[in-house]
């Protein structure tokens, strides 16, 4: 395996995932920069590589196993491994609607997003598993929100604002997913927690929110570089812990 740390990065093209990626390649570790349409690929390589980062492209959508495995097989080929693996890549609605409530969703734009957010996650993570078990130091991150919370949701007198209910419920069963993962993985080398970016103007939220991408970008950045004596198991915002 190359001596720089080997990561993947899901949903890198933009928003928060570039920024990722532009933030762990300025560390001078070696990008994979996971995206599903080729032309948004190939420019953030290019923009990454013109950064000064090793950036190479993965081409990825987690909602195709045939994708997947390719990426796999790609990543195996071409950096000999994986270090850390930022699941990122999620969606928040089919058309945009911010508005869906749960008595009104369509049963269809429910499935279309736990299957980005969720199922998309694990299908990853588990064909890269095999490379993250090979690693010295290796560290999976789970972009989730803190509007996944169940405790934040219920608690008296916190606001969580307008979310769409499918959305809002993918983090809950990520948060879910992620926690069955440490546990399996508990007597492995390898950290896995959750991270919060904040409300970030990207693309996703119609670029409201008075987070920039950057900023939303260093939570996903401290936990895939955390020290092997490190936090797993946990949820993690700019902040410190998120609640469950
Ligand atoms: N922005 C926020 O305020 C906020 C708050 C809490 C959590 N988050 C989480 O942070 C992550 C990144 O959000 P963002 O704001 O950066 O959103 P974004 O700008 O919309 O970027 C989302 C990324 O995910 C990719 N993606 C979507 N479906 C995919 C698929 N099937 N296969 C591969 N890639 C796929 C998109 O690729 P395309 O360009 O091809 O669509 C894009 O690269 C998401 O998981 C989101 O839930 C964001």
């Given at each position: 395996?190359?001596?720089?740390?080997?990561?993947?990065?899901?949903?890198?093209?933009?928003?928060?995932?570039?920024?990722?990626?532009?933030?762990?390649?300025?560390?001078?570790?070696?990008?994979?920069?996971?995206?599903?349409?080729?032309?948004?690929?190939?420019?953030?390589?290019?923009?990454?590589?013109?950064?000064?980062?090793?950036?190479?492209?993965?081409?990825?959508?987690?909602?195709?196993?045939?994708?997947?495995?390719?990426?796999?097989?790609?990543?195996?080929?071409?950096?000999?491994?994986?270090?850390?693996?930022?699941?990122?890549?999620?969606?928040?609605?089919?058309?945009?609607?911010?508005?869906?409530?749960?008595?009104?969703?369509?049963?269809?734009?429910?499935?279309?997003?736990?299957?980005?957010?969720?199922?998309?996650?694990?299908?990853?993570?588990?064909?890269?598993?095999?490379?993250?078990?090979?690693?010295?130091?290796?560290?999976?991150?789970?972009?989730?929100?803190?509007?996944?919370?169940?405790?934040?949701?219920?608690?008296?007198?916190?606001?969580?604002?307008?979310?769409?209910?499918?959305?809002?419920?993918?983090?809950?069963?990520?948060?879910?997913?992620?926690?069955?993962?440490?546990?399996?993985?508990?007597?492995?080398?390898?950290?896995?927690?959750?991270?919060c970016p904040g409300l970030t103007?990207?693309?996703?939220?119609?670029?409201?929110?008075?987070r920039?991408?950057?900023?939303g970008?260093?939570?996903?950045?401290?936990?895939?570089?955390?020290?092997?004596?490190?936090?797993?198991?946990?949820?993690?915002n700019d902040?410190?812990?998120?609640?469950?």
């Amino acid at each position: 395996m190359s001596e720089k740390t080997i990561v993947l990065v899901t949903g890198a093209n933009k928003g928060i995932g570039y920024e990722i990626a532009a933030g762990l390649g300025g560390l001078g570790w070696r990008v994979g920069v996971g995206a599903r349409d080729r032309g948004r690929r190939d420019m953030a390589v290019e923009k990454l590589r013109a950064e000064g980062v090793d950036a190479f492209g993965v081409p990825l959508d987690v909602t195709d196993d045939g994708s997947v495995v390719a990426a796999a097989e790609l990543i195996a080929d071409h950096a000999g491994g994986l270090d850390v693996l930022v699941n990122n890549a999620g969606i928040n609605g089919v058309t945009g609607d911010r508005s869906q409530t749960p008595s009104t969703v369509d049963p269809a734009t429910v499935r279309i997003i736990v299957e980005t957010n969720v199922i998309g996650v694990v299908r990853v993570t588990n064909a890269m598993l095999p490379m993250l078990r090979a690693s010295a130091s290796p560290r999976i991150v789970n972009m989730s929100s803190s509007v996944g919370s169940l405790t934040l949701q219920t608690t008296p007198g916190v606001d969580m604002g307008p979310v769409p209910a499918a959305y809002l419920a993918s983090k809950t069963f990520l948060n879910a997913v992620t926690i069955q993962y440490v546990k399996e993985l508990k007597d492995t080398n390898i950290l896995i927690n959750s991270a919060c970016p904040g409300l970030t103007a990207t693309e996703f939220t119609g670029f409201s929110g008075d987070r920039t991408p950057q900023q939303g970008a260093a939570i996903a950045i401290h936990l895939a570089t955390l020290p092997d004596d490190g936090p797993t198991g946990g949820f993690f915002n700019d902040s410190g812990t998120v609640p469950w």
